[in-house]
């Protein structure tokens, strides 16, 4: 008869858990009354003292405070902020002077790391698969850039330590000048150039009345910035034409602007034009013929699309030693900060 007490004792802590009834009432039934009564105090268990958390009585009112608390009492645990319970339970009942299940430690959390369009991150706690938004000490989390992007670092796994990882979040950067193809070496007459062989040449087309031809190429070095000569945007006088008359393509094979079998290629339209401030066109003999344009869209990096390769080191040319040149050329660029 006993054991039938109790099981009707546990379902109706059960339906404490769950807001059925609160244990800071009294029982309406005179059996369970005596059942509660006749309970041991040594079946009683003490109050936990839960570490950066704290514990509820179901059915009592919030930061009660106590020492012990009779057996069949359940209690709910919860984590200060920046804190997880392990494991991850929060639920347990005084049964025989002890808490079944054990209860949880409340332990320190590293900042959440996300996945993001082109980085994907996956994290493992002893080699079990975890969420990322709650990394808890000994967690890795193992960075992987998607296709045509590659890491800042050379080491992708960052760990986490009470509460922090031991280093930054890597970001995945687009690749730049990686041919599709293989190299070869440059030949007398040369040969057709494959598609994708120079996925950072970019195509400039200027309207025409019978559509748009093409009238310069450039050079893409980020996703909405390009290098061109500024005679291929201005008039002999070096004056800036109206950008609304070009349309930017990158990925492109053949010259004819909407050929269909330029699967894959991508069109923008201009928002700026830079030319040099001191290229006067045919008057100075095309001097610091040179032109910075920025894209309204952002080119996406594909097979075909990808940025070249530029060495932003600020060292000086006279600080390096340059072996089997002649001269330098050389000019300054400065690439907004909203694009760069």
């Not at 009112?61 to 997880?84: F, Q």
């Not at 996956?122 to 079990?128: A, D």
């Not at 890597?170 to 599709?180: D, L």
């Not at 050929?259 to 100075?284: C, L, M, N, Q, W």
Request: glycine fraction near 6%; hydrophobic fraction near 35%; include cysteine.
């Amino acid at each position: 008869m006993l054991s039938s007490i109790n099981a009707v004792v546990w379902v109706s802590l059960i339906l404490g858990a769950h807001g059925f009834i609160g244990f800071n009432q009294t029982p309406t039934k005179p059996w369970l009354q005596r059942h509660i009564r006749e309970t041991s105090e040594a079946d009683n268990c003490i109050a936990p003292k839960i570490e950066n958390g704290k514990f509820n009585l179901l059915g009592v009112m919030e930061d009660a405070a106590v020492d012990s608390v009779p057996a069949g009492t359940i209690i709910s645990i919860s984590c200060g902020k920046g804190y997880i319970p392990i494991p991850d339970h929060t639920l347990s009942h005084c049964n025989a002077g002890q808490w079944s299940p054990p209860l949880p430690i409340c332990k320190q959390t590293c900042p959440a790391f996300k996945s993001t369009d082109d980085t994907e991150v996956t994290c493992r706690y002893l080699g079990r698969k975890v969420s990322c938004n709650a990394a808890i000490d000994h967690t890795q989390a193992e960075f992987k850039c998607n296709r045509y992007h590659r890491l800042s670092t050379t080491e992708n796994v960052r760990y986490c330590f009470e509460g922090t990882w031991n280093e930054e979040k890597p970001t995945c950067e687009p690749v730049c000048g990686e041919k599709r193809v293989h190299p070869e070496q440059l030949i007398i007459e040369g040969k057709i150039v494959e598609r994708g062989n120079y996925p950072w040449t970019i195509a400039i087309y200027k309207r025409k009345t019978n559509g748009y031809n093409l009238v310069c190429g450039g050079t893409l070095i980020n996703q909405r910035v390009i290098v061109t000569a500024a005679h291929c945007v201005t008039d002999k006088e070096g004056e800036k034409f109206d950008k609304a008359i070009y349309r930017i393509a990158a990925g492109k094979y053949y010259l004819s602007y909407d050929d269909p079998r330029d699967v894959g290629a991508e069109f923008s339209e201009i928002e700026e034009i830079h030319t040099h401030v001191d290229y006067k066109g045919t008057v100075y003999d095309y001097d610091n013929d040179i032109a910075v344009l920025v894209t309204k869209e952002a080119f996406n990096i594909t097979e075909f699309i990808q940025r070249v390769c530029m060495d932003f080191n600020q060292l000086s040319l006279y600080e390096v030693q340059l072996l089997g040149t002649n001269g330098t050329v050389a000019f300054s660029l400065k690439i907004p900060s909203s694009i760069a």
